[in-house]
């Protein structure tokens, strides 16, 4: 395709909008004070960022006065992948970046976060009050005998106390760890027991659905289990009295108390987060304090152009990656907005109302949410006062078409809509928001400034207009610095190193176009490949879940013994909706005319519900190995799945193909 038949854009920044972005001030300092191109738009910028990778994080770190307690020696010693060595020598604290607003007289006492439960009431807390509460609970931390490279665990909701625990366990330097409280206690101890956590968090329990869920007995399963634990604090959410033997929330967090940061090693492990983990346990993966305070500065500070004056809305759980993208939205000085309930409570347009009555300037989603929206028929432009948001972001999966042109013209037309993909394992995005290029449909603006994204064909060739694996071919700052567990690095090495070894190769299938942006078609290690031809299973789910009918769907491609190949469709349907003749004949022709005849289904099998990991993700693999004949017990970690009787339907099918 010659850029002369580049589509039209559905969105474009005005002229203003680019002269105010952040981005644009940074590119002048940046060739100014580093030789980066001064024209040439972002394309230059981030040609430049890959091309002069270390002198890009370097820049990063001075646009941001990042804070070196002992300077660096080197921005870059060692860029092999895995194992990249970045800012030798240095030492900081990333709690310390997180609180600095809370340093300047004026903004005291304005709001760092604003709180929201199901009243969809906003509750303040000042970014005074907040390094205050860090202070005071990072002392009684050291207190309790909490060392650096200790972990700290928190089994809480979306809710200020489990910032302030993060921030104080950063400050002391130890390693913070949560699960929502939704995890099961399985599932908790699956990622907990891994990392032996000195301290665990906990409330008695949470709402959700207007409902109240007791959690005190998961809570002493989780004691009893975790012989690690030094101490256990109880936040009472719903009231209850603290049970024997843990500590009160309120009285650690009383005192008048200056924070004390431990300056750190740059690669000074911050927090574990968990993968999926659909077969064995979740991988427990170890990110540093130096490496994730640049990603994030860059990131939030540059792509999504978020300072002082805006109001950072994602709605998130403390079991997914995004919650602690969220709270970094502190280190530039953002309002936080942080919502504790159900997504669609006490309707469809929850999200909206929140975003509406917290002033949110950049409100970021799920590609499901706003699909379902679509779906129930909100429309948030008319009903609510959404004039604050500049920006409408998305991920978990791709957004389809649909998606975008249901945000352009239900929300508002000067939308910036930002579908952005990453991953758990860098806590980061591959490639999304740029305030100063155009959105078009179905697309991701960009690969993200410093990250050498590429589409990779089986033999290690970079392709351009074409599907192929997605690669970043030079480290980022947020990858790994190991897996917990891992001593010899092997388990490291196999997720991310195998195929192609000194390349990190994520999983996605994309596309880069010619014109720069990223289209994503779903997982490749459970891609379709039906005569040859790779399918993505994203664009399959697009077009199905277009039908009103159709309320969820999910697709597998199986090889067969004897050379064939068998491509079932599980759908879950719409109340009142009916799999008959007529609707496998629309589904049929729907996928027929918008993909092509490859992507119809050989069969179209109605189930009750679509199995998801915790963090919402469809379960493509381990459904696939199901169907291949592998007993559940192997086939998927019981802990990781949000609904395990959906399983055995998939196992005794693939048993009886295997008998058939």
Same mark, same amino acid.
Request: charged share 10%; proline share 8%; aromatic share 8%.
């Given at each position: 395709?010659?850029?002369?038949?580049?589509?039209q854009p559905l969105w474009s920044p005005g002229p203003d909008r680019i002269a105010a972005a952040r981005i644009t001030a940074f590119q002048a300092? &940046?060739?100014?004070?580093?030789?980066?191109?001064a024209a040439g738009g972002y394309p230059a910028l981030h040609r430049w960022s890959v091309d002069e990778l270390d002198t890009f994080w370097q820049a990063v770190a001075e646009w941001f006065d990042v804070r070196f307690t002992t300077p660096y020696e080197s921005v870059l010693a060692d860029r092999a992948m895995p194992g990249a060595r970045w800012f030798t020598g240095a030492t900081l604290n990333y709690a310390e970046h997180a609180l600095r607003a809370a340093e300047d007289p004026a903004r005291a006492d304005e709001a760092a976060l604003l709180h929201v439960d199901e009243t969809h009431e906003a509750v303040p807390v000042t970014w005074a009050e907040l390094r205050r509460q860090v202070g005071a609970l990072s002392a009684e931390l050291r207190a309790l005998g909490v060392r650096p490279g200790d972990r700290v665990s928190g089994y809480l909701p979306n809710i200020p106390e489990a910032v302030t625990a993060l921030l104080a366990t950063a &400050? !002391?330097?130890? !390693?913070w760890t949560s699960c929502a409280p939704d995890f099961g206690a399985r599932s908790v101890l699956d990622r907990f027991q891994q990392v032996e956590p000195v301290v665990l968090f906990t409330v008695d329990g949470y709402r959700y659905g207007g409902k109240e869920h007791d959690r005190r007995d998961t809570v002493a399963e989780l004691r009893a289990e975790l012989p690690s634990l030094r101490a256990v604090v109880h936040i009472p959410l719903l009231g209850t009295d603290a049970p024997e033997g843990t500590l009160a929330w309120s009285e650690l967090t009383a005192a008048a108390t200056e924070p004390v940061f431990e300056a750190v090693p740059f690669d000074h492990p911050l927090w574990v987060l968990y993968s999926s983990g659909t077969t064995g346990l979740p991988k427990a993966i170890v990110q540093s304090q130096g490496g994730i305070l640049l990603e994030h500065l860059k990131q939030l500070g540059l792509h999504c152009d978020l300072g002082p004056e805006d109001r950072f809305f994602w709605y998130t759980s403390t079991g997914w990656m995004m919650w602690n993208f969220l709270v970094s939205g502190l280190l530039t000085g953002t309002t936080v907005v942080l919502y504790d309930g159900s997504p669609g409570y006490p309707d469809t347009g929850a999200q909206w109302r929140i975003a509406e009555r917290t002033k949110a300037t950049l409100y970021g989603t799920s590609a499901a949410y706003v699909m379902a929206c679509r779906k129930a028929e909100v429309h948030p432009g008319r009903d609510f006062d959404l004039s604050s !948001?500049?920006?409408? &972001?998305?991920t978990g999966s791709p957004l389809p078409p649909d998606g975008f042109r249901w945000l352009h013209d239900e929300v508002a037309e000067d939308l910036w809509i930002a579908s952005v993909s990453g991953g758990t394992d860098v806590c980061s995005c591959f490639a999304g928001a740029v305030p100063t290029l155009p959105v078009h449909i179905g697309e991701?603006?960009?690969?993200?400034?410093?990250t050498d994204l590429q589409a990779w064909d089986p033999s290690g060739k970079p392709l351009v207009g074409e599907v192929g694996e997605l690669v970043v071919a030079n480290p980022m700052p947020s990858m790994p610095i190991h897996f917990w567990n891992d001593p010899d690095g092997s388990r490291y090495r196999d997720s991310y190193f195998e195929m192609f070894p000194g390349a990190w190769r994520h999983g996605d299938w994309i596309t880069i176009t010619d014109h720069g942006s990223v289209v994503i078609h779903g997982r490749s290690d459970s891609t379709l490949n039906r005569q040859g031809v790779r399918m993505g299973s994203a664009d399959i789910y697009e077009a199905v879940e277009r039908l009103p009918e159709i309320k969820e769907s999910l697709v597998i491609g199986l090889e067969e013994p004897n050379g064939g190949y068998w491509m079932?469709?599980? !759908?879950?349907?719409a109340r009142g909706a009916t799999l008959d003749d007529d609707l496998r004949a629309r589904v049929k022709t729907t996928i027929r005319e918008q993909l092509s005849p490859r992507h119809v289904p050989d069969e179209i099998i109605e189930v009750p519900a679509i199995p998801h990991t915790l963090t919402g993700k469809r379960i493509e693999v381990p459904v696939k190995r199901l169907l291949q004949g592998t007993p559940l017990a192997k086939a998927v970690n019981a802990g990781s799945v949000d609904n395990i009787d959906l399983l055995p339907f998939y196992e005794e099918l693939g048993r009886t193909r295997a008998q058939g």
């Open positions: 395709m010659t850029s002369a038949s580049t589509p300092w &940046a060739a100014e004070r580093f030789g980066a191109p &400050a !002391v330097g130890a !390693v !948001v500049k920006c409408v &972001a998305t991701l603006q960009a690969a993200c400034l410093g079932p469709l599980f !759908v879950h349907l």
